[in-house]
């Protein structure tokens, strides 16, 4: 049991501060302190579920698979009227991430945040992370970014993990707000075309000329990193 002492009436002072101490609200407190944030070049920050998290550049398989994705949403949606983007902060309220990929519409000006620092959530129709090595980077693409792209209502979220399995492509759809989770959840092994089915992108389709093929079948030590 905790015990709080309370001063007793009479032992307060005619001229003592009643003035109740400001509460903080650490969404304010993360949100300027992003925002202030010097990094490296090849480092970007984001604020994930209560914290702001750090990442290194990906590594050249992970660049290679974002770079083919992006290039092949280039000529999909080259005669439409949104664009595929790369190192892009999308922000939903005081939240701030930089998905490998996103789908945007190519006027981003009526999107952009209040302090221009990237685009609103509400104008993301796409997002996709290709999962990097290491056991929370891959948390944070599977679990933490998973559950906060759906409460931000992101239509789609498309999840290039080569570290699931041989390798996989998941596409997640209908988000629940309220649930922070998906109804829609289509998952296929690498090699397996996946066909988007709503969007601007829809007809897009994730094949091994992105992904790469299976990946070789993983030890046991390397699967328990």
């Known amino acids: 049991m905790t015990a709080l002492a309370h001063k007793a009436p009479e032992d307060i002072t005619p001229d003592a501060d009643l003035t109740p101490t400001p509460v903080l609200d650490v969404d304010e407190v993360l949100w300027q302190a992003w925002k202030t944030l010097e990094l490296p070049e090849g480092y970007h920050a984001e ?17 290679q698979i974002v ?77 933490r970014k998973r559950r906060e792209y759906a409460r931000a209502g992101i239509p789609l979220y498309v ?11 998941t596409v997640l759809s209908d988000p629940q707000p309220d649930r922070a989770d998906w109804v829609g959840i289509h998952r296929v092994p690498f090699g397996t075309e996946v066909v988007l089915q709503d969007g ?21 030590a390397s699967a328990e990193k």
């Open 67 to 143: 770079n083919r994705l992006r290039e092949s949403l280039v000529l999909f949606l080259a005669k439409s009227e949104f664009q595929s983007l790369q190192d892009t902060n999308v922000i939903h309220g005081r939240k701030a991430w930089t998905p490998d990929v996103l789908i945007a519409p190519r006027d981003l000006e009526p999107h952009a945040d209040e302090d221009g620092l990237g685009i609103k959530a509400s104008a993301v129709s796409l997002v996709v992370e290709v999962v990097s090595p290491g056991r929370e980077c891959r948390r944070r693409d599977r679990e």
């Open 47 to 63: 604020i994930i579920e209560g914290a702001i998290e750090v990442s290194p550049t990906g590594r050249l398989t992970h660049a």
């Open 200 to 220: 601007p992108a829809k007809g897009f389709a994730v094949t091994e000329a992105i992904t790469g093929p299976l990946a070789a079948k993983p030890t046991k």
């Open 159 to 169: 999840i290039v993990d080569s570290h699931d399995a041989r390798g996989t492509v």
